[in-house]
């Protein structure tokens, strides 16, 4: 089964773009922006010198986010997303404890920190884009993303805002780390872009001059 899907223009999307470019309309753009967030402060690794719990994309059109993947340690992170203006994608009951765990809003992920005994076992390195090298760990490989239906619409210059907290749980494992053990998680943002779309004219209309 095909994992993306296929994009479709709402009739005021197609007011200003086609899914591809044809001359007189310009096409989608899809993006993907990444997202990097860490507990342990590593000078000796680019990438994750410091420490990072909160992660931004900022969006220079209007777009549509159709899907979120991650990696690290899913088990252990609860995730708040939310957008600059305040609107909240994940909000969380009354009767919850605090905000998803990643691995609750995936397929392929199943370590729970808060149902296991110990941390995630080390099992491999994975390099990153950015050069680094980042741990990859049992559990974590997500089997597909998390697709959005219905998309997240965000307009020009719109902030995604990525709050991560830590779920602790070294002294409950078996066997446990020398130090505080790192946790990271990577996510992946996956956008359909709208170029013209942000107050100019549609492509059939005329500049009055």
Do not use: C
Not at 24 to 44: H, I, K, M
Not at 64 to 78: E, H, T, Y
């Amino acid at each position: 089964m095909f994992t993306w899907p296929q994009l479709e223009l709402t009739d005021y999307e197609r007011q200003y773009v086609r899914p591809y470019k044809d001359g007189v309309y310009p096409g989608v753009l899809r993006r993907t922006y990444e997202v990097f967030l860490n507990t342990v402060a590593d000078p000796l690794t680019p990438g994750l010198e410091e420490i990072k719990l909160k992660g931004v994309v900022q969006m220079s059109r209007r777009a549509r986010v159709f899907a979120l993947g991650f990696a690290g340690r899913l088990g252990s992170w609860r995730l708040q997303i939310e957008t600059g203006s305040g609107e909240q994608m994940t909000p969380k009951s009354a009767q919850a404890d605090g905000f998803p765990i990643v691995s609750s809003m995936i397929a392929g992920g199943s370590w729970n920190a808060l149902s296991a005994i110990g941390e995630q076992p080390l099992v491999a390195g994975l390099a990153t884009r950015t050069g680094g090298l980042v741990s990859g760990f049992y559990g974590n490989e997500t089997q597909g993303p998390m697709l959005i239906d219905p998309n997240w619409e965000l307009s020009a210059n719109e902030q995604l805002i990525f709050w991560g907290t830590s779920i602790n749980n070294e002294l409950t494992t078996e066997f446990p780390m020398v130090g505080v053990a790192q946790k990271v998680l990577a996510i992946s943002v996956h956008v359909w872009e709208f170029p013209g779309m942000d107050g100019g004219p549609k492509p059939t209309e005329k500049r009055v001059k």
